[in-house]
């Protein structure tokens, strides 16, 4: 069974930093793409970043590039999100999400339950 | 590319057919996938490849349509389907979602 938990969120003053963290089980992880997908308090989903199985394809939303980095270590079957220089528009829960599928056919197939990041002073 | 979904909210009755639309800003093929998101729950996928069928999800859930417009239809609504739902595009990166469609008890 397909199981991705985040984790890492939290309070944050603005101008701060977090790591968020998720571990993938349950699945061939280095074969999939991944994405970090955010939801703001009462709002719809924001595609935030993209990240190839190998890492080297990586693509990010105009709203966090250059503040945001995401990375993957297939050994340790994780996803993680390097949040910089926040601000309070940040706020959301952030989730992971695989990427399944070939051209035509993709989707975001398994989602994890979310991880809460609070930008706030 | 930018999606627009209408309505971003409807009143329904358990039975009822429902039907969500969304379209694209720009010619995205087939490319398009459907999310259903109950209260406090993440994401579950519905639907992809514009009509394709999520394994496991009710054959009450359709999906039609293809270039830039886009129907979701719910075919005898259960309690289970009180939701919000998203389309989304993944023809081109950022892979955006629409803005959401919740669908309410009458």
């Known amino acids: 069974e397909v199981q991705l938990v985040e984790s890492g969120g939290g309070l944050v003053q603005p101008g701060g930093s977090l790591r968020l963290s998720c571990a993938a089980s349950?699945?061939?992880?280095?074969?999939?793409?991944m994405n970090w997908v955010r939801q703001a308090p009462g709002k719809g989903l924001e595609s935030v970043s993209y990240?190839?199985?190998?890492?080297?394809?990586?693509y990010y939303a105009d709203s966090v590039k250059g503040r945001f980095t995401v990375s993957r270590d297939n050994a340790r079957n994780s996803l993680y999100l390097q949040l910089d220089s926040l601000r309070a528009e940040d706020t959301a829960i952030y989730y992971c999400?695989?990427?399944?599928?070939?051209?035509?056919?993709?989707?975001?197939?398994?989602w994890g339950q979310g991880t809460l990041v609070t930008v706030s002073s | 590319i930018q999606l627009t979904q209408s309505p971003s909210s409807l009143s329904a009755s358990v039975g009822d057919r429902v039907t969500i639309t969304c379209r694209a800003s720009?010619?995205?093929?087939?490319?398009l996938a459907w999310y259903q998101q109950g209260p406090g729950k993440s994401p579950k996928l519905l639907i992809y490849?514009?009509?394709t069928l999520q394994s496991g999800v009710p054959s009450r859930f359709s999906g039609n349509g293809s270039g830039t417009d886009f129907t979701l239809s719910i075919n005898g609504l259960q309690p289970e389907d009180f939701a919000t739902y998203y389309c989304?595009?993944?023809?081109?990166?950022?892979?955006?979602f629409g803005g959401g469609s919740k669908v309410e008890t009458k």
């Open positions: 999400a695989t990427l399944r599928g070939g051209v035509g056919s993709q989707r975001f197939d398994s």
């Open positions: 349950g699945f061939s992880f280095s074969d999939f793409n």
């Open positions: 990240i190839s199985g190998s890492g080297t394809t990586l």
């Open positions: 720009q010619d995205i093929s087939s490319c």
């Open positions: 490849a514009a009509s």
């Open positions: 989304q595009q993944l023809k081109s990166f950022p892979h955006t």
